[in-house]
């Protein structure tokens, strides 16, 4: 088929969370020669007129959406798939509206409190009946941007300051900071419905007592930081685990059925210190580069990327076809 591989224009001044895309786009461009697709690539803006000139133009047999964010936003995000959608042209991952629903973190959370999903507390603003500690968080964005140690705050008159170096042009939220473990659950469409794969926990390896365990936009993305160096990620666990596992993969289809997802996606939990868990954050379409996390649990299932791939695009192809 002809596939038409879209992201967001990247430049000279993106930042790594943007820029890696490209990665993105050249595995999955090889991968699909590899299954014998025949690929385009096209960089996308907030110029979509120009997007479906080219979708006319090209008439894909599906496009292949890593688009994170526009003009440095990822409020931007569902944009390419309501255009896709209003044109009727099959594409990977979820849909306009499940993109827009998980990349709201509050509407995110109104769902998951609407479907009995235990989420941490949040407020828009100072609110004093906030637990602490907390952190802040932009509401928008994905990848970790702007979140580090630097945003968890443990008290009041911290939390005023902080809300005041927020970088202007964002919303941000504050939300109860859960003490305890982090785990990333990643699913993707089968023929026969989601499977979620193994499980993966973050380790936050000697990090000092008064150092916030948070995978922060350091531990991410900057490969020479303390953060990056010592957050690593394990699949194995011991038999006391096992009904902890047990929830978090009933929770993570829970999640996606209630946010339609489709193709791919992970959920972000803490486990507090009482072993129970509580919701992040929804990921739509998270990164797939080969050091993700994501590519990560698909390779601790047995999976290659070119199988990945391939039922990414399984999944997309009867939605609309």
């Known amino acids: 088929m002809r596939a038409l591989i879209l992201h967001q224009e990247i430049d000279k001044a993106s930042a790594a969370d943007d820029a890696d895309v490209l990665i993105q786009t050249d595995q999955v461009a090889a991968a699909l020669r590899q299954l014998g697709h ?32 526009l003009d440095g936003s990822g409020q931007y995000l569902h944009f390419v798939p309501a255009l896709l959608e209003r044109l009727q042209i099959p ?42 500690p907390c952190i802040i968080k932009p509401i928008n964005e994905d990848a970790s941007v702007d979140i580090d140690e630097e945003m968890v705050v443990f008290s009041q008159p911290e939390l ?3 809300m005041q170096k927020t970088r202007a042009g964002r919303r941000y939220f504050c939300e109860q900071f859960i003490t305890g473990r982090e785990f990333n659950i990643s699913i993707i469409a089968k023929a026969h419905g989601p499977q ?41 666990y011991p038999p006391e685990d096992d009904n902890l596992l047990q929830q978090l993969t009933e929770i993570s289809l829970e999640c996606w059925s209630a946010f339609q997802l489709h193709g791919y ?25 080969p050091d993700s996390g994501f590519i990560a649990a698909t390779s601790r299932a047995g999976l290659s990327f070119e ?15």
């Open 38 to 69: 025949a690929v385009e690539i096209f960089p996308v803006t907030l110029n979509l007129t120009a997007l479906k000139t080219i979708l006319e133009e090209q008439k894909p047999d599906f496009c292949f959406n890593l688009v994170e964010s």
């Open 91 to 132: 594409f990977t991952g979820s849909g306009a509206q499940a993109l827009y629903l998980s990349t709201d973190k509050i509407l995110s959370k109104e769902r998951l409190q609407g479907i009995g999903v235990a989420t941490p507390a949040w407020a828009l603003g100072i609110d004093p009946s906030l637990p602490m």
């Open 160 to 162: 005023v300051a902080r």
């Open 196 to 236: 979620v794969l193994p499980p993966a926990e973050m380790l936050f390896l000697d990090y000092p007592p008064d150092k916030p365990q948070i995978v922060g936009y350091r531990a991410k993305w900057q490969n020479d930081s303390f953060e990056f160096k010592h957050t690593v990620r394990r699949f194995d």
């Open 265 to 289: 996606a992970r959920v972000d939990f803490r486990v507090d210190q009482k072993g129970r868990p509580w919701v992040l954050e929804i990921n739509a379409n998270p990164c797939i580069s």
């Open 307 to 321: 199988h990945v791939i391939q039922q990414i695009v399984a999944d997309a192809i009867p939605r609309i076809l």
